[in-house]
């Protein structure tokens, strides 16, 4: 069964700007807390943002202040708009739900370089 679907990643310059998206099959998904994950080649999976049911966001540092989580539980779909990206942020991207729920999503690749 397909749990999560990522899409929108891609190559963008320094300083650019993508959005990703998160289709959810998840069962009462406006009742739970949400998350973007990301992978870098030799580096294990991390926590990127958060957002409650209520709508409280929370990033981590790295990100804060250019990225925006967000959510429409009518669609049941997560969104990540990533502004000001740099090199550092280039990996693959994941959505799940807090506690993560197996199987993981496939994942969309960003991919920031000059």
């Known amino acids: 069964q397909v749990q999560f679907v990522e899409s929108g990643g891609g190559l963008v310059q320094p300083g650019g700007s993508l959005t990703l998206s998160c289709a959810a099959s998840?069962?009462?998904?406006?009742?739970?807390?949400m998350a973007w994950y990301r992978q870098a080649p030799g580096r294990q999976r991390e926590l990127v943002a958060m957002?409650?049911?209520?709508?409280?966001?929370n990033y981590v540092e790295a990100v804060k202040g250019r990225f925006t989580i967000s959510r429409d539980n009518a669609k049941k779909t997560l969104n990540l708009q990533m502004n000001g990206l740099n090199p550092e942020d280039t990996a693959v991207y994941y959505c799940?739900?807090?506690?993560?729920?197996?199987?993981w999503g496939q994942g969309t690749q960003v991919t920031v370089s000059s």
């Open positions: 957002i409650l049911a209520d709508g409280t966001k």
């Open positions: 799940n739900k807090n506690v993560n729920q197996l199987p």
């Open positions: 998840l069962s009462f998904f406006g009742s739970k807390t």
